[in-house]
C-alpha cells in the first residue's frame, strides 16, 4: 500500500482528493493537513509515503507549500511530495521543484493522471503537469534567455506593485542589486520598462 498525506487548507479539496484516491486498491490515505506546518509534523511521523502538498495556505498558516516541501525532504528517509495546486508559473513550480517536490500537478488534472503521479512519486520518479515539462524544457533548450529562480521572484513582487526599495527590503537585498536583477529581465524579455516586463512574463507564465 502506498501510505498518503492530504496537505491542503480547503476541506472540500481534501474531501475531493480523499473521494478519488480512496478508489485505488493500493492506496490508503493515513493522514490530512490544514496547515503547512501541521504537514510538516506529520510528515516526519512513520508511516507516510507520499505527501500531496497544496503551495498556498490560508493566513492560519506561516509556511507555504515550496517552504514545507524543503522542510519535509531535508530529512532522512523522508517521504515523497507530490505538489497539487492551481498554479502553474515559474514562480510556483521553481521554488517547489527546488525545494525536493518529486512531482507537479494541477488540480484539474484527470483522476488517472493524478493516481500514476502519485505511484511515480512513491517509485521516486518524476510526475510533471504537461503544461510544467514544456516550460522546463524550455529553459533547458534556451538557458540564456531563461529567468533565474530569484530573477522571477524579483519580477513576481515588481508585478504586485513593489517598488525596487520595498522588493530589496522584501527579499534583503540592495537596491542595486534588485535594479541588477532588472536590467537582466530586461534583456531576456527583450523589453525596456517595468510594466512591459511583467506583461511579457505573464504571457511566458513566468508569473501569476
Known amino acids: 500500500m502506498i501510505r498518503l498525506l492530504i496537505a491542503d487548507d480547503h ?9 478519488v484516491l480512496e478508489g485505488e486498491p493500493d492506496f490508503a490515505i493515513v493522514a490530512e493537513a490544514a496547515t503547512a506546518e501541521r504537514a510538516v509534523e506529520l510528515a516526519a511521523e512513520p508511516g507516510v509515503d507520499v ?4 503551495l498556498q495556505f490560508g493566513p492560519g498558516s506561516a509556511l507555504n507549500g515550496a517552504q514545507a516541501t524543503a522542510a519535509i525532504t ?4 523522508a517521504p515523497r511530495v507530490l505538489v497539487v495546486t492551481t498554479y502553474d508559473s515559474d514562480a510556483d513550480t521553481l521554488p517547489a521543484l527546488e525545494a525536493g517536490a518529486t512531482g507537479y500537478l494541477l488540480k ?3 483522476p488517472e493522471q493524478l493516481a ?3 505511484r511515480a512519486a512513491a517509485a521516486g520518479r518524476s510526475a510533471l503537469a504537461p503544461s510544467v515539462a514544456d516550460r522546463l524544457l524550455e529553459r533547458m533548450r534556451t538557458p540564456a534567455a531563461a529567468l533565474s529562480a530569484r530573477e522571477t521572484e524579483v519580477l513576481g513582487l515588481v508585478a504586485d506593485g513593489l517598488t525596487n526599495q520595498q522588493v530589496s ?3 534583503h537585498l540592495s537596491q542595486a542589486t534588485v535594479k541588477s536583477h532588472l536590467v537582466h529581465i ?7 520598462s517595468r510594466t512591459a516586463a511583467v506583461r511579457a512574463a505573464r504571457g511566458r507564465g513566468l508569473i501569476r
Open 11 to 19: 476541506p472540500v479539496v481534501r474531501a475531493g482528493l480523499r473521494a
Open 51 to 54: 505527501v500531496l502538498m497544496d
Open 116 to 118: 500514476q503521479a502519485v
Open 74 to 77: 531535508a530529512r532522512a528517509g
Open 169 to 171: 527590503q522584501r527579499l
Open 108 to 110: 484539474d488534472a484527470p
Open 186 to 192: 530586461y534583456t531576456k524579455l527583450g523589453v525596456d
